[in-house]
């Protein structure tokens, strides 16, 4: 399979999880890059569901090793309880996880100020995932965050997380929100720490090492390119590189070490949380929350659904270098009449082929469509490309056309039989 980064074309939730599970028999490591317990990636096997936060989707193949790379921000309480929820679900990861020494930690004014910053911006919140995750971020960026290599030295953490505290209940107060208790945060975080220190390493030493022994390697994106602090449409983003640089920085692994970039997208569009979604459609949403989809897998909100967007998934394959699309969740369109994917923006007089920079122009696109008639079948029994209806095929073609890179695979359902290698 060689070196391969597996990223979101779109704004999150695109099925990462699922395609991550499905490559991942390929693999033999799988690496979260960065990001932090905001992303939900949920795999099936068989009939059980599980949703995975922190820890890479690959930790479903027993023989599989899994790393949380040095560009993730890690809430250590939370992932305890992630790895017991596994552990209740007769997944192990003993002997097959490792955790970066140099992986921030969120702490819990991490949590605290996320939620008050979005009091305060009232209208115009983010609608963050309140996990802590742009705070945690900011520190890192401002050189006053706690690590996981801190987080397993007692005496470190404790004198760093006194004067941490200290100075975040001065501004949780000047908030008006409840200053947090030195000894209550301690003892619960030096639990989770002592759980968690038999998992610390140093990850690029180990990844480097692996490599050598040509070991290849799964990058797991979180969320989507459009959701990148970078490349997204800021300020309503989340606080990492979710593009395919950041599988580089949040890992350790040298760009000419990678060896392919797979973009997955849904084949219509879906968002949760503010700021502009150009082809969003509420006969969309409401057809699919309808059947029991789009309902976000870390927060539960219903996802905000619209059309394909081929302006923003042409601008994924730009950023990313994305040589291989996976397009998932086909069978959403199984019964509608006719199918429509955006192929430009109008604002006013103008028309774009590009994401604007300015998010105010952004909210002000009007999408140009092209309409293809539906298949009007079901697909999620068909595992074949040559089976699929053949207005379903020249609809992923022409979507994986106008994204600028090839189709290789094309998913029908949930679990890992739905998917089609085409
Ligand atoms: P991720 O964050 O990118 O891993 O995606 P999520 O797990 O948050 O959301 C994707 C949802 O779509 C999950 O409920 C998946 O089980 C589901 N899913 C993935 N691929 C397919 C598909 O091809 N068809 C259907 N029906 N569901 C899918
Ligand atoms: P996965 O990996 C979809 C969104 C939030 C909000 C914005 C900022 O499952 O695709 P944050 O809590 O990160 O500060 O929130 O980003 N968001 C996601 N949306 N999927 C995700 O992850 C997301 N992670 C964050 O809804 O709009
Ligand atoms: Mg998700």
């Not at 695109?14 to 599970?21: F, H, N, Q, S």
């Not at 002000?364 to 079901?378: L, R, S």
């Amino acid at each position: 399979m060689a070196n391969t980064i597996l990223v979101g074309a779109q704004w999150g939730d695109e099925g990462k999880g699922k395609i991550i599970d499905v490559l991942t028999e390929q693999a033999d490591i799988v690496v979260r890059t960065q990001g932090g317990n905001n992303a939900g990636h949920t795999v099936y096997l068989g009939e059980t569901k599980y949703v995975l936060h922190l820890i890479p989707s690959g930790i479903l193949r027993p023989k599989k090793t899994c790393v949380i790379g040095n560009g993730v921000v890690i809430d250590p309480v939370n992932l305890v309880g992630e790895i017991d929820g596994l552990l209740k679900q007769g997944i192990s990861v003993n002997g097959n996880l490792f955790i970066s020494e140099t992986a921030h930690l969120v702490l819990p004014y991490h949590r605290e100020l996320d939620e008050q910053r979005e009091i305060l911006k009232g209208k115009n919140k983010i609608g963050t995932t309140k996990r802590g995750i742009g705070p945690a971020y900011g520190d890192k960026a401002a050189r006053t965050g706690l690590r996981m290599i801190d987080l397993i030295n007692a005496d470190r953490f404790e004198a760093l997380l006194r004067i941490r505290i200290k100075e975040n209940n001065e501004v949780l107060k000047a908030f008006g929100a409840k200053p947090l208790s030195f000894a209550k945060v301690h003892a619960e975080y030096r639990k989770a720490g002592d759980r968690l220190k038999p998992f610390v390493t140093n990850t690029v030493v180990y990844l480097h090492k692996a490599t050598r022994r040509k070991a290849e390697i799964l990058f797991e994106g979180a969320q989507g390119t459009f959701l990148d602090i970078d490349h997204g449409t800021y300020p309503f983003v989340t606080s990492s590189n979710t593009t395919s640089g950041g599988a580089c920085t949040g890992s350790g692994v040298a760009p000419n070490r990678m060896n392919r970039v797979v973009g997955v997208m849904k084949a219509y569009t879906t968002r949760v949380g503010e700021g502009p979604l150009p082809t969003e459609n509420q006969e969309i949403a409401d057809m699919l929350h309808k059947m029991g989809r789009e309902f976000g897998a870390t927060t539960g909100r219903a996802r905000r659904c619209g059309w394909f967007d081929s302006v923003a998934t042409r601008h994924a394959s730009m950023v990313n270098g994305i040589d291989e699309i996976a397009v998932t969740n086909l069978d959403g369109l199984d019964t509608l009449d006719t199918i429509k994917a955006c192929i430009g923006y109008r604002v006013g007089s103008e028309r774009l082929d590009y994401i604007p920079n300015d998010i105010e122009v952004l909210a002000k696109c009007e999408p140009i469509y092209a309409e293809f008639p539906g298949w009007k079948t079901p697909t999620h029994e068909v595992r074949e490309w040559k089976k699929l209806p053949a207005k379903a095929r020249s609809y992923l073609k022409a979507i994986a056309e106008l994204s600028g890179a090839k189709l290789t695979i094309a998913s029908v359902g949930p679990a890992r039989a739905q998917t089609i290698f085409v």
